[in-house]
Structures are given as structure tokens and as C-alpha cells.
């Protein structure tokens, strides 16, 4: 039996050390990501006269908060990298801040709709010029007040940027989606002492509300970085694998639910139950058959999209997945990345465009071809589905075009990926 530790939490991450520069008082950040993703956090958070204190070869972060209100206007434009969280909800800080900043990305940042975030805060009393909807993102002081808003995109950056928006506004903000998404904001908001109240299906902050350090924080690790380990223990043949201490919301379980039924064999043991509950995920080689998921599940396990495919290319008949839509606005195209890497392996995959929706299908099979490259469009996740899938097959794993970007998300890809292939544990 193989045993590995997979990174820390990526969403919670973000959210922990942002949460802690709004808080008055030190907080402790325990088993904290470093990944380029959320370092960029960190710059930013910097970079608005926060101090924050790093010990990466501890993976903990210490942050002297001084309350809500205390942020230093930027000298420069504000970089954001590859990152969609920490622009996305940096904006919903940023609007009430009372001064001007400027939000920037890398090129993939630079392609992603921002109006998403803009149009509800700008139904806040922001003001918030852009490219068309696109970065750079400018934010011109403004007083925010409290609104209802109901958003037809399930998003969690979206819910996080409204909610903290809100807690810089003058009334209540009521927050409605229609599905669901992630909710590490509102746990993380109670574990800060503040209120989040439901009703009627909205989430209801009060801007008259503070947040408070809890001293220490642990952060679990990350579901969907494990995932592509999950994935690789239940596609090889003869492995079995335990992932240590991962993340366990229900809100980012639903690629458990689609492997369970695909016919995988996967169980959860010592499981924590806390503020973000986690435990310790047990996989064995399985076959697995073609399933249906549908639109409603898409939310909980959005970012494990790309390793499903995988999964559903070796699994027994079709899979057919609903409403992959917000896949197109991901880190790349990642309806089309899938599509064209599937295809190098001559897997038949296609992409259905009907009723204003888009679909995918993918049809399982044992006849795989060593594609010539794997096209990675620099997207941290598609680079790991796609290498998980060659190492499956026992293929060259340099065809991979990008190898680097996995250190967005997850920069001990490679060496976990290595050391689980020649049956060896990792990081534990
Ligand atoms: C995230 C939310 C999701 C997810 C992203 C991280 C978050 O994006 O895809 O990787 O931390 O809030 P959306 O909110 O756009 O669905």
C-alpha cells in the first residue's frame, strides 16, 4: 500500500490569509499552499501594506491583520499572475476600500470575464473600469451599500467577492446562486466570528459585522490535486493508494460520488470532522463503467473535470457529462483541451453544443495511441490529467508541452507522480 500527502487546499488557502488581513490580530496559518497561485495572493496582500510572514519549509504563514478598513493604497497595479481567485475576490475587498487599484493578471488572467464580479458589485455602489469585462481591472473609490443579488452562475469566486464586498458596505447584502458552489467562504467567515445568516435560500451578511483572528488555522489537503492520484490508483492496474488528510467538503466531493459510481473502489477513513472536514482517502485499481453526470453536480467537482475525462477514456461504454460550460472560461478552454488531447490518444470524445449548452462525450476504450505531444495551453490541470493518463499507459511523459505550470497548484506533481510509480510513499 502506497501512502501520499497531497498539497494543502488551494481555495482555502486563498481565503485564509486573505480572511487574516481583514482580521484584527495574528493568525497562524498552518499547512498553508506554497504555490504560485496563492503566493500571488500573498504579493497582493503585500503589496496593500499587510505583514505577512512566511516559513515555507514549515508550509505556515503568519499574518498581522489590523482589521477591515486598514489597507495601504498600492503604489503599482496589483499582479494576480494565473490567478482567477485572488483577482476575482480581491475586487469584492477592494471596491469599499475607499482608494484606487488596479488588478492584473498573465495572459490566461487576462482572457477571463471579470463582468461576472463587476455587474454585482457595481449593483453595490462600486466602480470598476475594465477591458470590456476583461483585466486589468481599475477600482475607483467608492461607498458601497448592501444589495440583493442573485447570480445565474454557480461560482464560489463570485459568492466570495459579494460576501466580503458586503462586509465593506452599509446595510445587509443578501447573496442568492442558483446552484450551490463551494462554501469555504461562509465556513471560513464563521470560524472569523462572523455571522453569515441564511434565509430563504440567500446568504445574508451585515456590513456592521468585524472579523475576528482565531489564532490558528490548519488548512487540509487539496481534493482536486488529489484527485489525479486518486484517479492514477484506480486506472493502474494491481494499486492501491491512501491520500493523507484531504479536504472532505461536501461541497468538492462530487468527483467521490462520480467515481463510486463508475464502479470504483474508494473509501474514506479517520475522518476529522472540522471546520473544513478532512480525512484519509483509500483507492484500489477498479474497472470502471461509463456515467451520466448531470448539470447539478457540475459545481462540486468543476476543477476535477479534466481528470474525469480521463477516467471515463478507460472506463467500460459512454460518459456523458452536462453543461461543461464554465469550463471554456477556466485557466484555458478546457472543453476543447480535453477534447484535442483525448483525441491524440484516438479516443472518441465529442463536444455537444445544443440548447445553448455544452455537453461532452466521451467513449471509454482499451486501444489507446502514444500521442506525438500533449498540448497544455500552460494549464496546470490539464498538464497533470494528461500526464497521469500517459503514466497510466506507461508512456513518455515528455510529450507533456508544459511541464512547469503544475506549480500553479501543485509544484511536487512530478516528484509524487515519480515516486508513486516505482511504489513508493510520498511526503510521508
Ligand atoms: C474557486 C472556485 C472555482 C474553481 C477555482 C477556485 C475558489 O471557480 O474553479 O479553481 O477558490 O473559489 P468559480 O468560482 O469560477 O467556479
Redesign the pocket.
Known amino acids: 500500500m502506497v501512502r501520499i500527502i497531497v498539497p494543502p487546499d ?2 482555502i488557502s ?2 485564509a490569509v486573505i480572511f487574516s488581513s481583514l482580521a484584527k490580530g495574528r493568525v497562524e496559518i498552518n499547512n498553508f499552499l506554497f504555490a504560485e497561485d496563492c503566493l500571488s495572493t500573498i504579493s497582493v496582500l503585500k503589496s496593500l501594506g499587510i505583514q505577512i510572514t512566511t516559513f515555507s519549509n514549515k508550509r505556515k504563514v503568519v499574518v498581522l491583520g489590523k482589521g477591515k478598513f486598514s489597507f495601504s493604497p498600492p503604489k503599482k497595479a496589483l499582479y494576480a499572475g494565473n490567478s ?2 485572488t483577482m ?2 480581491m475586487m469584492g475587498v477592494l471596491a469599499g476600500q475607499g482608494f484606487e487599484s488596479v488588478l492584473d493578471g498573465d495572459q490566461s488572467l487576462r482572457s477571463r470575464p471579470m463582468n ?1 464580479v463587476i455587474r454585482p458589485l457595481e449593483k453595490m455602489g462600486a466602480k470598476i473600469e475594465s477591458k470590456e469585462g476583461y483585466p486589468p481591472v481599475r477600482i475607483l473609490p467608492a461607498k458601497l451599500k448592501g444589495a440583493k443579488i442573485e447570480s445565474q ?8 467577492a459579494i460576501l466580503l464586498a458586503g462586509l465593506h458596505a452599509d446595510g445587509r447584502t443578501h447573496y442568492r446562486e442558483f446552484i450551490t ?2 462554501d ?2 461562509e465556513r471560513m467567515l464563521r470560524l472569523f466570528g462572523v455571522k453569515v445568516r441564511r434565509y430563504n435560500g440567500f446568504l445574508i451578511v451585515d456590513g456592521k459585522m468585524s472579523l475576528q483572528s482565531p489564532s490558528t488555522l490548519f488548512v487540509p489537503g487539496d481534493i ?1 490535486s488529489g484527485s489525479f492520484f486518486i484517479s492514477y490508483g484506480l486506472l493502474k492496474t494491481g494499486s492501491k493508494l491512501v491520500l493523507q488528510q484531504v479536504g472532505l467538503n461536501p461541497t468538492r466531493i462530487g468527483i467521490l460520488r462520480v467515481i463510486k459510481r463508475m464502479g470504483g473502489h474508494i473509501r474514506i477513513v479517520e475522518r476529522v470532522n472540522s471546520t473544513e472536514p478532512y480525512g484519509n482517502i483509500v483507492v484500489k485499481s477498479s474497472n470502471l463503467k461509463g456515467i451520466r453526470i448531470k448539470r447539478e453536480e457540475i ?1 462540486s467537482l ?2 476535477e473535470l479534466p481528470i474525469i475525462a480521463v477516467m471515463a477514456a478507460f472506463a467500460k461504454g459512454r460518459t456523458y457529462i452536462e453543461a461543461v460550460d ?1 469550463l471554456r ?2 485557466e484555458c478552454d478546457r472543453v476543447e483541451a480535453i477534447r484535442y488531447n483525448l483525441a491524440r490518444f484516438g479516443v472518441d470524445v465529442r463536444i455537444i453544443e445544443k440548447k445553448g449548452r455544452t455537453d461532452l462525450e466521451i467513449w471509454g476504450t482499451s486501444k489507446f495511441s502514444q500521442p506525438k505531444s500533449i498540448r497544455t495551453w500552460s494549464d496546470h490541470r490539464i498538464s497533470m490529467a494528461f500526464a497521469i493518463m500517459l503514466a497510466v499507459l506507461g508512456m513518455d511523459l515528455d510529450v507533456v508541452d508544459d511541464k512547469n505550470c503544475v506549480g500553479i497548484s501543485y509544484p511536487e506533481f512530478w516528484d509524487t507522480l515519480n515516486a508513486v510509480s516505482k511504489g513508493e510513499n510520498y511526503g510521508c
Open positions: 488551494k481555495s486563498h481565503r482567477g481567485t476575482r475576490i461576472r452562475i454557480a461560482s464560489a469566486q463570485v459568492k466570495s458552489s463551494r469555504h467562504t482536486s459545481a468543476i476543477d464554465e472560461v477556466k
